[in-house]
């Protein structure tokens, strides 16, 4: 069956979700971050894009850098990116806080200021990735008054609704070892020095939590990710931001 095409929009912005498959981890630690944002810098150059728009080869690109990394193959996002037109200023201006606010709506960050991996601290600085000019002078052409207006709407408290994504907290690596703790381990030492049966029950239960990944639980514990793999079963799939 065809792919149904998409809407296009007047004013040629757009709304672009991704999704990891089967809802799995997408990046495992900061440096993963860092290349999809430098993937996404190069191919904005190279199709002379503004980051209100999205390119396919973007994914593509970042998806061969991970397989190669973790030593996996296939694909990695979840089908076609969701998009949605946006083709007023009103709500480009919505879809702006709903993105900057997500963290702080999904329980990994305290305000809009402290979560690092987002465009928010770019809008009151130099953008370098994103092209802060267009949404500010939305505000004021004058950056002076535009910038303090730009910070109190970000922070505003709101039921933004825009895509359709669900995002749940990303367990820290403490939490797990105060749940090892529970479990009545008091380090990864004594989890290390058990035997097989013992410790696959132990490692099965650490798997149960929400939004953990194998290469958590095996950085935290020093033990491999394929003997966490095979231990209990699979790991049950977290979600993530994606913007």
Request: aromatic content about 12%; proline content about 2%; overall charge positive.
């Amino acid at each position: 069956m065809p792919r149904v095409a998409r809407k296009k929009s007047r004013s040629g912005i757009y709304h672009i979700m991704m999704r990891g498959i089967n809802r799995q981890t997408i990046f495992e630690d900061d440096e993963d971050k860092l290349r999809f944002l430098s993937t996404l810098e190069k191919y904005k150059s190279i199709g002379n894009h503004k980051i209100y728009s999205y390119c396919k080869r973007i994914s593509s690109s970042y998806v061969y850098w991970y397989n190669m990394k973790y030593e996996r193959s296939g694909h990695l996002f979840q089908g076609r990116f969701k998009s949605e037109i946006v083709e007023d200023e009103a709500y480009f201006l919505t879809v702006l806080r709903y993105i900057h606010q997500n963290p702080v709506k999904a329980g990994i960050a305290v305000n809009v200021f402290e979560y690092e991996w987002s465009s928010f601290h770019e809008y009151f600085g130099k953008g370098k990735l994103v092209d802060i000019d267009f949404a500010l002078c939305l505000f004021s052409k004058d950056k002076e008054i535009s910038i303090p207006l730009y910070l109190e709407y970000m922070q505003q408290a709101n039921d933004d609704e825009c895509l359709d994504i669900e995002v749940t907290k990303r367990i820290s690596d403490q939490e797990v070892r105060e749940y090892l703790t529970q479990l009545g381990i008091s380090n990864t030492s004594v989890l290390q020095q058990m035997d097989k049966p013992d410790r696959d029950v132990i490692l099965a239960k650490l798997k149960e939590l929400e939004g953990v990944s194998i290469r958590q639980l095996s950085r935290i514990t020093g033990i491999s990710r394929s003997v966490i793999g095979r231990a209990g079963g699979t790991v049950p799939s977290s979600r993530t931001i994606m913007r």
